[in-house]
């Protein structure tokens, strides 16, 4: 049975970080890329960063690049996506997701608040 369980959510000054953890279990992180997805209040989910299956290669919106880094232990079979310099606009329920597959985990919340 497939399962993703995200945590690591919280609150957080801007400027500060957090690491969320996506852990799987039913497969393992070779067999599909995983993508990282935030939904802020009153907005539609947006893509933010993904890991692929085979080599690990990442990829960043623009509006996180440079500031998110995404990373997985195969050994774990858990994605992070550690986010640094954090800013109001990142408020959002953070979802991890099988791309291939568009299975997606519970969600995790990240306020960004002063």
């Known amino acids: 049975q497939l399962q993703l369980m995200e945590s690591g959510g919280g609150l957080v000054q801007p400027g500060g970080s957090l690491r969320l953890s996506c852990v799987a279990s039913g497969f393992t992180l070779d067999q599909y890329a995983i993508g990282w997805f935030r939904q802020a209040p009153g907005k539609d989910r947006e893509g933010i960063s993904c890991?692929?299956?085979?080599?690990?290669?990442?990829h960043y919106v623009d509006s996180v690049k440079g500031r998110f880094t995404v990373s997985r232990d195969l050994a774990k079979n858990t994605v992070y996506l550690q986010m640094k310099s954090l800013k109001l606009e990142d408020t959002g329920v953070y979802y991890c997701?099988?791309?291939?597959?568009?299975?997606w985990g519970q969600g995790t919340l990240v306020t960004v608040s002063s």
């Open positions: 997701m099988i791309a291939s597959l568009s299975y």
């Open positions: 890991i692929s299956s085979s080599d690990g290669a990442t």
